[in-house]
């Protein structure tokens, strides 16, 4: 009889299994067959001998009948069931993803043993998967996955104590799940009894996954969860897989790979995150100096923001517990711990780096929502809830990136420049973070593009958001010396008379007075001279006003380019001016007098009609004394210039 590639056993025996052709056996056939009997009886004669031969005549045909039926019934049950369940042959190819050759059973209350499983019945309800990936989103059901596989005869598989480059392992592309476990049919006669058991007969064995945190003992840097295939697996049977999850989405691929090409792909992918890792890090230690040498918050912030998702990351993919050996499965409720931080310094980051309370208060108050749910996320992960926890954060990854985008875009329209970098940065980040909610709710399979969107993605935004940061320094500063420049003008305004350019009356007090203090302290010598115009009033009443602000405004220039850079020449009121001395003697103050007196002097002025006229200066000068204030200080001055005055004007007393 044929043999069919599924069990490799015969049809008959293939018939003997099914639910359908018992009940053909058990309940139909023996009905038929006494019926036909009795029918047969009422037909023929009653002799004996023609009651036998009639008998055996009607058994014969029925007999055939009954085998028909039980043929078409076990063909149409195989039929129904055999399309799923043809081996994955694994001769020629080191990496088989065999997901479209598996099928599975919900098991809903997550109750159903292997024994149960066995079951005719229940074997009957798996369904054909049909699809590369395994995606059932977030659930709260165990599932159940059965697959054959069938490897070279002339090649054995082994558990990881004899592990050598051809030996076949099962992956499973995640780190840990909180219920996963292989059964195994192993040969009776297997000489290996360990972990063992007969069940219905048959023997198998209960493997349990090899994860992140036990690279150790296979000496394989690894962040997938593995089993080894066993050397005395028995070929005509299949593997039953057992998989449950109470709050990360159960979406995954399964291949079957043999070590030599198992170690080849995790030395690039322990690479390519390497790089990833390295450029988070170091952006994460870069902006740490940075607050450590401007005090900003924003940049504390930053650097929590990105050091938890590099946490997040680390722990959700089995890198961290592959290095360091440190978490386990029982530990994976740190994933959402750290989701949450991420969320909450995400959205505190946006309100100090775009200061929404100033520039978008409502989104403000959006941002300090997400800030409250983020909390509430790691509260209910320590707490246990972890399918309400895997639904918050699926709706939080869905939502935060466009509200980030919309506070970025309204702070970038009302004038911010370093939004710009805000804004690119979460769009690249909103990719990877979008791609990753949606694999989490189901939509997207798992595969290695996406597993990598969102690791590159938040590597992009380190660096953008870094930038984005700097480039705020250099607007804050480019703003702070406008403020300072404006400052300094509004300073100098206040500080200065209109006309000559020179300091006002207000500034001459202030100054004087430091000036004379610092002179006390240091010993240095100090001079003040007092000017005042010469009959200023008879010009501005011959030649008219204008004429007179011409004069006091030529004064003011002559003043200006007669004395040193730390001089101090001031209009003190009207027509009179003072010029403070720092480090000046009376001699060397006497001397600068006489230029500025001379100067002026020696200067003609016209008036817009044509007359021209000249004007001189008197000049008082004191020098300062020990003890002395700015008050005794003028008051000399003014006699010295009252004394000038007196002795015939357009000369200098000291």
């Known amino acids: 009889m044929k043999n069919y590639p599924f069990t490799q056993i015969s049809l008959q025996s293939h018939f003997e299994n099914c639910a359908a052709f018992q009940f053909v056996i058990n309940k139909v056939a023996p009905h038929i067959l006494w019926q036909n009997i009795l029918d047969s009886q009422e037909t023929v004669s009653y002799t004996a001998k023609s009651k036998k031969e009639a008998l055996i005549n009607s058994m014969t045909v029925y007999k055939r009948r009954l085998w028909l039926l039980c043929l078409v019934t076990g063909i149409v049950c195989h039929c129904a069931h055999a399309h799923a369940l043809e081996p994955t042959f694994l001769k020629d190819s080191p990496k088989v993803n065999i997901c479209r050759a598996l099928e599975f059973l919900e098991d809903p209350a997550g109750e159903l043993s292997l024994e149960q499983l066995l079951h005719p019945g229940t074997q009957d309800r798996f369904v054909p998967l049909n699809d590369p990936q395994l995606n059932f989103g977030i659930t709260r059901s165990t599932y159940w996955f059965r697959f054959l596989l069938k490897f070279d005869q002339s090649e054995n598989s082994c558990e990881y104590e004899c592990l050598d480059n051809n030996s076949w392992l099962l992956e499973i592309d995640r780190a840990w799940m909180p219920t996963i476990e292989l059964w195994v049919p192993v040969i009776r006669d297997s000489h290996d009894i360990r972990k063992t058991a007969q069940i219905m007969g048959e023997s198998w064995r209960k493997l349990s996954a090899v994860t992140s945190d036990q690279s150790n003992r296979i000496n394989i840097l690894n962040r997938s969860s593995i089993f080894f295939i066993p050397k005395d697996y028995d070929e005509s049977r299949p593997m039953y897989l057992k998989m449950a999850s109470w709050g990360p989405p159960l979406n995954f691929s399964l291949h079957v790979r043999r070590l030599n090409e198992f170690r080849n792909w995790l030395t690039w992918d322990f690479t390519v995150f390497g790089i990833i890792y390295g450029l988070i890090i170091a952006m994460t230690l870069y902006n740490a100096c940075m607050y450590l040498s401007l005090r900003d918050k924003t940049y504390l912030v930053y650097v929590l923001y990105i050091f938890s998702n590099f946490l997040y990351l680390s722990i959700g993919l089995g890198h961290f517990s592959a290095l360091t050996g440190i978490l386990s499965g029982s530990h994976f409720y740190l994933i959402y711990v750290f989701t949450g931080s991420a969320g909450f310094f995400a959205a505190w980051f946006c309100r100090t780096f775009l200061l929404t309370s100033k520039n978008a208060p409502l989104i403000d108050k959006i941002l300090m929502a997400y800030m409250f749910f983020a909390i509430l996320l790691i509260l209910m992960a320590v707490t246990g809830f972890y399918y309400q926890v895997q639904i918050l954060g699926a709706a939080i990854g869905l939502t935060f990136p466009i509200m980030a985008i919309t506070a970025g875009l309204v702070c970038f329209i009302k004038g911010m420049k370093p939004a710009g970098y805000f804004l690119t940065a979460w769009s690249v980040l909103s990719v ?194 020990p003890g002395e204030n700015s008050a005794d200080l003028i008051n000399r001055a003014d006699q010295s210039l009252y004394s000038a005055k007196r002795q015939g004007k357009n000369q200098t007393v000291a």
């Open 432 to 625: 990877g973070m979008l791609t990753w909610a949606f694999r989490s709710l189901g939509i997207l399979p798992q595969t290695q593009l996406i597993t990598y969107s969102y690791p590159i993605a938040v590597a992009a935004e380190s660096i953008l958001l870094s930038l984005a940061l700097a480039d705020r320094i250099r607007t804050l500063q480019q703003e702070n010396r406008e403020l300072e420049n404006r400052e300094h003008r509004l300073l100098i305004l206040s500080n200065t008379d209109g006309l000559t350019k020179l300091y006002n009356k207000r500034y001459f007090n202030e100054k004087l007075k430091s000036e004379i203090s610092l002179s006390g302290n240091l010993g240095d010598p100090l001079s003040l001279l007092i000017l005042d115009l010469d009959d200023f009033k008879k010009i501005n009443d011959a030649y008219g006003h204008p004429a007179g602000d011409q004069v006091l405004k030529r004064l003011g220039e002559i003043l200006l380019m007669s004395i040193r850079d730390k001089d101090y020449g001031c209009r003190y009121g009207g027509e009179e001016f003072t010029v403070i001395l720092p480090g000046a003697e009376k001699e060397k103050a006497l001397d600068v007098a006489e230029r500025i007196r001379r100067l002026i002097s020696d200067d003609t002025f016209e008036t817009s009609d044509g007359q021209k006229f000249s004007v001189t200066v008197s000049i008082g000068l004191a020098q300062l004394r």
